[in-house]
């Protein structure tokens, strides 16, 4: 599985940005799909997931409200849509993928995409 995100960049605190995870390779739908950021000198954390046949989805406490997660297989694409940005919100940001259903744990996704910036200024 091969995993392609696109749609970082900058964006003011209270802004908008939509991530988009371009899956290929394998059949997509097999797989649930998780959401993953990094910022500079922390570990990386769970941002959202959700289900392969997108029946059920998480998102962390902390974007909880703000963001959503969400998954076309039409397109074979998983997006998240994050509202109200907030500067804590800076980090890369991670598509990863794994067989049977998401979890919040780094070490069980067994693809990962190579991450896309987002930049939030005051």
């Known amino acids: 599985v091969q995993l392609v995100e696109s749609g970082g960049g900058a964006a003011q605190a209270g802004g908008s940005l939509r991530l988009s995870c371009a899956a290929s390779?394998?059949?997509?739908?097999?797989?649930?799909m998780g959401w993953f950021r990094q910022a500079p000198g922390k570990e990386r954390e769970f941002v959202a997931g959700?289900?392969?046949?997108?029946?059920?989805?998480e998102t962390s406490d902390s974007v909880k409200g703000r963001f959503t997660i969400s998954r076309g297989d039409a397109t074979n694409t998983v997006f998240l849509q994050m509202n109200n940005l907030k500067l804590e919100d800076t980090a890369v940001y991670y598509c990863a993928a794994r067989s049977g259903y998401f979890s919040r744990d780094v070490p069980d996704y067994e693809w990962w995409g190579q991450g896309t910036q987002v930049t939030v200024s005051s």
């Open positions: 959700i289900t392969w046949a997108g029946y059920r989805s």
């Open positions: 390779g394998r059949t997509f739908g097999a797989f649930a």
